[in-house]
């Protein structure tokens, strides 16, 4: 898949990394602002596809690329559900606690373990659709070679 | 014991995760890792069955139970009914999963065959498990998403156009379920089943109630393939791999589409006539349609496929028969008789029908064709597959020994007492039915003389399948025993009584 | 409030109306992103800003996604010309649809109207909340506490669908 | 009410494009726009007159706050609709490439 034209590239190198930095915002504000791990691991993923449409997958090694987003995507939601387990062992023993203090409420580290839960998620969303978006490029390219 | 529940849905997450994040790095580690999960997983159902009884467990997760009344967090409920689903599941799962160490080898990417595997059984525990109606629809998607990609796993055209339509369905059939529990919401204002049924019984108005009612039958029609929505059950499971059409047949479509069914009619709604004269209406229709259709089918799978909505009829009439004598109020023994008829059969259809599919399977491996017309004179050839299908085909059509022929029977006697004398005919006509497209299946496939000479050296299927096939056929003969008045006191009863005492379920959650 | 509400949703049906009967699919697919973002609108202005930005988000992805499989396809539909049964399957149609709508405002009839909705389960997610979960925002106070085992069970969902893509998608499936 | 009824007309609309479209593209965007009816019917529920957005301010004692149980369930629900429509656009774009054409009909006879 080829890219855009240069005026497309110009734009998309200064866009790409303020989305990118908007979305990790999203993301770790998710206990104080609207957003969260899944609006926020969206507009992460909108910032990479950003960059792949503009500037072509030839650029890059696209089977390395969907590997490495597949396993992120497996890492992070592994570690949602070792933090869902290990609530089975710390604070009130039970599955999905939040086991974590608390904090004052409005502060970035407030929410116990939801900030925690709202960044695998947001890696998770993340990792999900770029995995889908890539799958799909690479099936375009190898099915019209 | 309270800690393992949480486990049912964790466990198989956490295979999945690992399956596919090691599979690539160590050699062959999901062709030892998945069994052993699903093998604990077997254990942790069969102790949670052996010492559960009469009780029931709520597990409130989030440590979120009850507050000023009202419960206010997702809780996990298991209680005598779905111990049962759970053994099921993860019985002809872990079977399943040692069928296809070897089927699976002549397909890529196996990696993701596993993780794809473990996610299904994550699904149906945590719908089995689930006592809040939206943690229910989000598992339920979780299983049906898994199984949309698994059907269509050789990527050939016909998988890849029975894979669409059976997403393109199950598709509607969640977003019909999806707006029934926003309705539910908005009348009572909680989505936690028991504290729904509390709410319910307060009085609510007839079109509202017939309304919900006719979307949820709707809705999970399509997920458990009963007639009118059944269009596409025979394409996808004829093309999907055996191993999955065996889970697809014989676990999935009970506990995300029957089991449920049967919780919310039961535990959620107070009973109603004319529903129950419809379920049953339609577990009929689908009985007959099923097996007659299932008769002129030369596909072997398509035959299967089409005889799992004859069987799922006699489970679905089973249950409507139960509910019409318990809406009436007299002679409550007979209902009674007719639920645990339609429990019994229920197990019974998911150990034959997951045989079946396996014994499909092995053909399939062995001839590259599940045309029965190219078969023939395989019984001399492949002794272990000929003989362990001649045994499902015996139970699933009836015969004495063999399971299927008890859990009919209490069917169309219960049938009988309880005054449906059309429903007891037309139960005897289907399994006669049964006998034939089965007895035809035996015949053309094994005992037949085969015209190409081709046939008569082939192996038999390697070990891991046939141990498979086996074990299938020696439970079959096992759960016969079933019949028994006192195991079946044992086993069945305390489904039964959940059924039938359906405000037992909400009290004892909001008793807590 | 419900008045704007029902002008924008009267535009959505028009653009979901015209989204199956453009004879261009990329236009189809356009109109369905219309009638992604009239609910981005909704959304707002019904007090849920968390919801607008995830519809957003999600409905430009699902658009670079349709128009990926679109563009390079022949974007020209079979037509088939609408013979007589047509017609009639139409009005069928067309009865059934309207019996559906009549049962449904019969079912409707005595629920809380728009605004008078009383809380019940949820009020222990509003009152106390945060010294209960800490978090500020209820959404997510909702979603990563009180129910976390629903944004689990979310989370595995699109886990699922990212492996179901990659396993229809890949180049030889039998070896 | 009127609310209501018309987010039960665009559900109608979906379902009529389900049953009817031949295209599959066309059948996805059905689907998804049953969808978006169902997610603006349960916000529609959760919604309180002079309520603001579920953000907890506390300046403001006693305010009013927007359900937020219906919100947490769309947004559970629209991220379900993406991976749903991811699936069918996966599968859509490979029978593309097998058979050339999108419509369900043509497929089914070109199978034979």
């Given at each position: 898949m080829e890219g855009m034209s240069t005026i497309v590239k110009k734009i998309t190198q200064l866009v790409a990394g303020l989305i990118f930095m908007y979305g990790i915002y999203i993301i770790m504000h998710g206990h104080i602002s609207p957003g969260g791990g899944f609006a926020g691991g969206a507009i992460v993923a909108g910032a990479f596809i950003l960059l792949i449409l503009a500037?072509?997958?030839?650029?890059?090694n696209l089977k390395k690329e969907v590997g490495g987003s597949s396993n992120t995507e497996s890492v992070a939601i592994l570690m949602v559900a070792v933090l869902a387990l290990m609530a089975l062992i710390f604070?009130?023993?039970?599955?999905?606690?939040?086991?974590?203090p608390k904090g004052t409420?409005?502060?970035?580290?407030?929410a116990g373990v939801i900030p925690l839960y709202n960044l695998f998620i947001g890696i998770e969303v993340a990792g999900a659709i770029l995995t889908i978006f890539l799958a799909l490029v690479i099936f375009k390219e190898e099915s019209s070679k | 014991m309270d800690a393992l529940i949480p486990l049912f849905v964790a466990i198989p997450l956490i295979s999945a995760f690992l399956i596919m994040l090691l599979s690539k790095v160590i050699k062959g580690f999901h062709r030892f890792f998945a069994p052993i999960a699903l093998l604990c997983l077997l254990v942790m159902a069969i102790f949670e069955y052996a010492n559960l009884g009469q009780s029931s467990i709520q597990y409130a997760v989030g440590g979120w139970s009850i507050e000023n009344g009202y419960p206010i967090g997702i809780f996990m409920v298991l209680d005598g009914f779905s111990v049962i689903m759970l053994s099921i599941i993860n019985l002809i799962g872990f079977i399943a999963l040692i069928y296809s160490l070897s089927y699976i080898r002549k397909y890529t990417a196996e990696g993701n065959y596993y993780a794809l595997f473990c996610l299904i059984i994550a699904g149906m525990n945590g719908v089995v498990l689930s006592g809040d109606l939206f943690n229910l629809f989000v598992f339920l998607e979780v299983s049906v998403i898994a199984s949309y990609a698994l059907v269509a796993f050789g990527v050939g055209k016909t998988e890849l156009e029975a894979s669409f339509k059976y997403q393109v369905l199950g598709g509607l059939a969640s977003m019909l379920i999806l707006l029934a529990i926003g309705l539910i919401y908005w009348k009572?204002?909680?989505?936690?089943i028991a504290d729904v049924r509390s709410v319910m019984e307060s009085g609510y108005s007839k079109p509202f109630y017939i309304f919900v009612q006719v979307l949820l039958i709707s809705g999970f029609g399509l997920k458990a393939a009963i007639i009118p929505f059944h269009a596409w059950l025979p394409d996808a499971h004829s093309s999907a791999p055996s191993p999955i059409s065996a889970m697809l047949s014989g676990v999935l479509i009970k506990a995300v589409g029957v089991y449920v069914l049967i919780r919310l009619f039961f535990n959620l709604f107070v009973f109603s006539h004319e529903i129950a004269v419809v379920i049953t209406a339609l577990g009929a229709i689908s009985m007959l349609i099923g097996a007659l259709v299932a008769l002129m089918q030369w596909d072997l799978k398509r035959m299967l496929a089409y005889s799992s909505i004859s069987q799922i009829g006699y489970v679905v009439m089973a249950f409507g028969m139960g509910m019409i004598l318990i809406v009436r109020g007299d002679h409550l023994p007979v209902a009674a008789l007719a639920i645990g008829g339609g429990l019994y059969h229920l197990v019974n259809h998911a150990v034959f029908k997951g045989l079946l599919f396996l014994n499909a399977g092995a053909l399939e491996h062995r001839l590259d064709t599940r045309d029965l017309k190219k078969m023939g004179g395989l019984s001399s050839v492949m002794p272990i597959t000929s003989s362990t299908s001649f045994m499902a085909s015996m139970s699933i059509s009836g015969i004495p020994p063999f399971n299927g022929f008890f859990s009919k029977l209490f069917i169309i006697i219960a049938a009988i007492n309880g005054k449906f004398y059309l429903l007891a005919a037309l139960a005897v006509g289907v399994s006669i039915v049964t006998l034939a497209y089965f007895l035809k299946f035996q015949r053309f496939a094994f005992f037949n003389k085969s015209s190409d000479p081709s046939l008569n050296h082939i192996k038999e299927v390697p070990f891991s399948m046939s141990f498979s096939m086996v074990f299938l056929a020696l439970l079959c003969l096992a759960l016969s025993l079933l019949a028994i008045p006192s195991v079946n006191e044992a086993l069945l009863q305390p489904a039964i009584d959940v059924l039938m005492q359906s405000d037992l379920y909400s009290t004892t959650l909001l008793g807590l | 409030m419900e008045l704007t509400i029902s002008i924008i949703l009267g535009f959505m049906i028009i653009g979901a109306i015209y989204a199956l009967h453009a004879k261009d699919l990329l236009s189809a697919v356009v109109a369905m992103g219309f009638v992604g973002y009239g609910l981005v609108v909704c959304f707002l202005l019904l007090k849920a800003p968390d919801l607008a930005i995830v519809q957003i988000v999600v409905e430009t992805i699902t658009l670079v996604l349709m128009i990926a499989v679109v563009l390079d396809s022949t974007r020209d539909e079979i037509t088939v010309k609408p013979d007589r049964r047509a017609f009639f399957q139409r009005i069928a149609g067309f009865i059934i649809f309207a019996g559906l709508l009549y049962f449904f405002v019969l079912a409707i009839a005595n629920l809380d109207p728009l605004g008078e909705h009383s809380l019940r389960m949820s009020e222990s997610y509003v009152n106390g909340a945060a010294e209960k979960t800490g978090s500020v925002n209820l959404v997510t106070g909702v979603l990563f506490d009180f129910r976390a085992f629903d944004t689990l069970g979310e989370a595995v969902i699109l886990y699922t669908a990212a492996l179901g893509v990659l396993t229809l998608l890949r180049m030889k499936g039998k070896k | 009410m009127t609310v209501y009824i018309l987010c039960f007309v665009l559900f109608l609309v979906g379902l009529y494009g389900v049953l009817t479209r031949r295209n599959l593209i066309k059948i996805a965007i059905s689907l998804s726009i049953m969808e978006f009816s169902i997610f603006l019917i349960l916000v529609l529920i959760g919604y309180i007159e002079n309520g603001i957005a579920p953000i907890l301010d506390?300046?403001?004692?006693?305010q009013v706050y927007v359900d937020p149980l219906p919100q947490a369930m769309v947004l559970t629900a629209i991220v379900i609709g993406l991976a749903t429509t991811a699936m069918l656009m996966a599968i859509a774009i490979r029978l593309y490439r097998k058979y050339k054409t999108f419509d369900i009909r043509e497929i089914r006879n070109l199978r034979g």
């Open positions: 500037f072509g997958s030839s650029a890059l604070g009130a023993k039970v599955f999905l606690f939040n086991f974590l409420p409005g502060e970035l580290l407030s | 009572t204002k909680t989505l936690n | - | 506390p300046g403001r004692a006693d």
